[in-house]
């Protein structure tokens, strides 16, 4: 079975919105200004590229990177070589900029998780994210925690009922700036 990582910037409140500066959300860009930057807090997102084996996006998310992403072959050179999926139900087709197979359902997930290769990782993708964790499909999740409140905003989990899921802390650590990371398993 191949483990699917969720990654996340996250507010402490859990808001993963906007980090990056997507135009429409009032804090959008608020991990650049929020706190100074510091390499070493970012070492967790290259190693990602490193053992991930395939990139899973909602199609929001798919349709933000794959006009930008393909041209960012400095930042982004594992993502643009290995396996794109996109879970959708209304996307049309892929972005021949940035081929993707879609996937139609949580089942086409579970059965892509099922199968052999390395790490799926899943970038961005708030609604996905949820969906995927509701359904007990996340293995591992890498998060760097920002020390900020945003209040409103798209959060990483969702707001569905569920038992308790315990995590196993795998990684943590906080760095000079007060980001913190954590790398968690899910316990099953």
């Not at 996006?57 to 070589?81: C, D, H, I, K």
């Not at 890498?142 to 990483?156: D, E, S």
């Amino acid at each position: 079975m191949r483990p699917l990582i969720i990654t996340a910037f996250m507010s402490l409140d859990g808001v993963m919105e906007a980090p990056g500066g997507e135009p429409g959300y009032r804090n959008s860009g608020w991990t650049i200004s929020s706190v100074d930057f510091d390499p070493a807090a970012y070492e967790l997102k290259g190693r990602e590229q490193e053992e991930a084996a395939a990139l899973l996006l909602g199609r929001v998310s798919y349709e933000a990177f794959a006009p930008v992403w393909p041209t960012m072959t400095e930042e982004f050179p594992g993502y643009n070589a290995m396996p794109r999926y996109v879970v959708s139900t209304t996307l049309e087709g892929d972005d021949e900029r940035w081929p993707a197979t879609i996937l139609r359902t949580l089942d086409d997930v579970a059965a892509l998780r099922e199968g052999e290769g390395g790490p799926i990782i899943v970038h961005g993708s708030a609604t996905l994210g949820a969906a995927l964790a509701d359904a007990g499909l996340v293995d591992r999740y890498h998060l760097l925690v920002f020390p900020v409140l945003l209040g409103a905003g798209r959060r990483l989990f969702s707001q569905t009922d569920k038992d308790m899921e315990r995590l196993s802390v795998r990684e943590s650590q906080t760095y000079a700036n007060g980001v913190t990371k954590l790398v968690l398993d899910v316990v099953r």
